[in-house]
């Protein structure tokens, strides 16, 4: 029989070099235990530089019980970037990827005592993703590692990390029944008996392959959130010399199970996304694999609490960026019932050299994947344009791509995520089954109307392609607010006007068949220094450490979770106010809102999702909003002077001042756009040496994109003061100074 032994216990960790992994001479090391990575701490307070580089597990090992005949093997969940495997000093296994499960066989090497040594290395190179990318790539084994003994006749464990069996179900929704394959891979001849929804098959394995088919009348559908219901597969493996129909009094060499979902997935481009044969707009969120002080060294507790937020603000959707996840979570995304995005770290460039390593990592993921009745689409790639020109190279790799996805799974479509500058005609778009664009009008450049205009211009120009939303989002520190809050203040109203915004515009368009919002958690980007924090990137809706929810994630919650009644006050940590009179805002899943002020009625408001209210402030106030049987308060006060603490640039706000002063119009200055600004040597040079310093705090990302032609056409048509609000560089001193130098140079 099967026997799995965790061995997350009694490591010890180094970074210093080991010859011989580790099996001659002393070594000494730091006791950890799994999971653990080696940058929670360095890969998330800024400055870009946390440690990369070879480091070094080591455990010893008792050799187990086996078997006669019987093989061990040794599970690595996650081993983050590149892995090499040492065995009593002798290299087993090297692996490249560091998203997904790997194993190796021991049993030829196996000692009465064992010295397991792993190095695991997360250096810069040009062959293993990601290597581009605005997050951290934490190095570490930062999943669980395992030790699988099994009898000599068992379900295969040497294919790119999978289960040994696959399960495929296809629904016909007019009969309302389902039709399951059951496909099992094992070790030498045998008889697989196969049970699932009180039937059973026993099929003989030929070649190392078995196959069993069933029918399930009155087919009981996952059917997303409302009713994820899961069947479960077994499988049995008999030897030759055992009689499958004696169950009672012989036992099985190997078993495995798996759970699956009988449901049916489409994806129209006039319809948008459909489950079950029905309308089903996916609406929600992306989310990466690591947290405040843990890096992505995260516990099944951590997993399960970012599913319960994930509940809670009522998503249907899960954009799982941008690696392989935990099994741990396609399993929560399986029983809450939330369609998944799957991708592997094929991100803004290409390398001629990672080629290959594109394809392992996409086939590991779909092998390892394919049960999870959660998973709707593949990933092919995510803003791989951004700093690698669409080359025959580029597009040849992603029709391999595309091809190996169709190939490993014929149910399941391709996509991808496109940066916003890549143009609508390029052939790239060709290549996956249905599309998906990267936007940020309204935060990074542009206005938040041109999201409006790219897509409807996107969808009446392409009618027969579907069209996705993959990010849309802004940042925001929850410590910054305003009265007039606007983009590039990193104040968590404007992230709340924009999300509004957001919403609104997507509502009026269901033929969007998926939107995720960028990102359901701040996360960690060692490379990024704005907003006033150091290496995070704050785009969630929820606090690196998931303990303060921003005001955006009350909106989302009132448009899409309409089952648990609330009202929430926006703005409860912004205090004091030196407005006379405040905007009150409220978001709620209830149609109608009373305000009270001091304990008397202030209003009532009949609407959906968004409810504002006008205050007059006369000192210090208790402000609450009533719906029904619900109910939130907050305080606010009456200050003479706005609290600067609330600012990002603490020399106040920049005001169009500029509009009101005397400029020479014969010579340039900050509302000038910045094609105008480059056209000049002596101007150009001036902006460049600034932007390339405002890049510098945005991460290594923003060197490989700088060159984008299209970026630049568009950053072009925008005026310099536009743009450095949206930098976060427009305090006024700088601002002035800046046009004062502008003003010198003359036009010609």
Request: proline share 4%; charged share 25%; aromatic share 10%.
């Amino acid at each position: 029989m099967r026997k799995i032994i965790l061995l997350n216990k009694d490591w010890y960790f180094t970074k210093a070099a080991l010859p011989c992994g580790g099996a001659e001479g002393d070594w000494e090391g730091e006791a950890v235990t799994l999971p653990h990575t080696w940058n929670a701490e360095d890969g998330q307070d800024g400055g870009n530089d946390y440690h990369r580089g070879k480091c070094w597990y080591m455990r010893k090992l008792e050799a187990p019980e086996l078997e006669p005949g019987g093989e061990a093997w040794l599970e690595f969940c996650g081993a983050a970037v590149t892995a090499e495997v040492y065995f009593n000093g002798k290299k087993l296994a090297v692996h490249r990827g560091g998203y997904s499960a790997f194993r190796v066989n021991v049993t030829d090497f196996l000692q009465e005592e064992n010295l397991l040594a792993v190095s695991v290395d997360n250096s810069d190179n040009d062959q293993v993703y990601p290597q581009k990318a605005d997050f951290t790539f934490y190095g570490g084994l930062y999943r669980e590692v395992k030790l699988i003994c099994v009898p000599g006749v068992h379900f295969e464990l040497g294919y790119k990390g999978g289960q040994g069996i696959r399960v495929t179900p296809r629904v016909d929704l007019d009969k309302k029944a389902a039709e399951v394959t059951v496909e099992t891979w094992q070790t030498g001849e045998g008889q697989v008996t196969v049970a699932l929804d009180e039937q059973s098959k026993t099929v003989t394995a030929e070649g190392g392959y078995a196959r069993a088919v069933f029918t399930i009348e009155n087919v009981r559908l996952w059917d997303g959130p409302e009713d994820p219901y899961l069947y479960t597969a077994q499988a049995s493996l008999w030897e030759d010399t055992k009689d499958p129909q004696a169950a009672e009094t012989s036992q099985a060499a190997d078993t495995v199970s798996v759970r699956f979902g009988c449901r049916k997935f489409e994806i129209d481009p006039q319809k948008g996304f459909l489950l079950n044969g029905r309308s089903f707009p996916l609406r929600g969120v992306s989310r990466h694999q690591d947290r405040k002080g843990a890096g992505n060294a995260l516990t099944l507790e951590m997993h399960k609490e970012d599913m319960a937020l994930v509940r809670e603000i009522g998503a249907n959707t899960l954009r799982l960026a941008h690696y392989q996840h935990a099994q741990e979570f396609y399993d929560l995304c399986d029983e809450n019932g939330i369609v998944v995005w799957a991708e592997i770290p094929y991100i803004t460039m290409h390398m001629k050299n990672g080629l290959e390593n594109t394809l392992s990592q996409m086939e590991e993921l779909v092998v390892q994947c394919y049960n999870h009745p959660s998973i709707a689409v593949w990933g092919l790639s995510n803003e791989i344009t951004a700093a690698s020109a669409v080359n025959e190279e580029l597009l040849e790799n992603h029709r391999r791509l595309n091809d190996l996805c169709h190939r490993l799974d014929s149910g399941r479509p391709t996509t991808m995520a496109n940066v916003f500058m890549l143009e609508t005609d390029s052939p790239i778009l060709e290549i996956p089954d249905v599309n998906s664009y990267n936007l940020y009008f309204g935060w990074y450049l542009g206005e938040l109307e041109q999201n409006d205009e790219f897509f409807d211009e996107y969808h009446a120009k392409y009618p027969d392609r579907c069209i996705g939303f993959s990010e849309y989002g802004a940042d925001a520190n929850p410590q910054f607010q305003s009265s007039a809050p606007e983009k590039g203040d990193y104040t968590e109203g404007y992230q709340a006007l924009y999300h509004e915004h957001m919403l609104e515009m997507i509502e009026k368009r269901p033929w969007l068949w998926a939107t995720h919002v960028w990102n359901m958690f701040d996360f960690a980007a060692d490379g990024r220094d704005e907003g006033g924090k150091h290496g995070e990137n704050q785009k969630g809706l929820v606090t690196f450490d998931r303990k303060t929810k921003k005001d955006a994630f009350y909106l989302y919650k009132a448009a899409w979770n309409r089952k648990e009644p609330f009202v929430h006050l926006c703005g409860s940590r912004y205090v004091d106010r030196a407005e006379e009179a405040t905007e009150i805002k409220v978001y709620s899943n209830q149609e109608q809102v009373s305000l009270f002020v001091d304990g008397e009625p202030a209003g009532s408001q009949k609407g959906k999702t968004v409810f504002r209210f006008e205050v007059s402030l006369r000192g210090e106030h208790v402000i609450e909003a009533r719906a029904g049987e619900c109910t939130d308060r907050i305080c606010v006060r009456r200050v003479e002077t706005p609290n600067l603490d609330y600012q990002y640039n603490k020399q106040g706000n920049v005001v169009n001042w500029f509009d009101q002063e005397e400029i020479d119009p014969s010579c340039f200055s900050v509302s000038d756009t910045l094609a105008e600004i480059r056209s000049n040597p002596q101007a150009g040079a001036i902006i460049e040496e600034m932007m390339a310093r405002g890049a510098a705090s945005r991460g290594d990302v923003a060197e490989s994109v700088k060159d984008n032609p299209a970026l630049q056409r568009m950053m072009g048509r925008m005026t310099l003061i536009s743009l450095l609000k949206q930098g976060g560089m427009a305090d006024e001193e700088s601002v002035r100074q800046l046009n004062r130098i502008l003003q010198q140079i003359r036009k010609e």
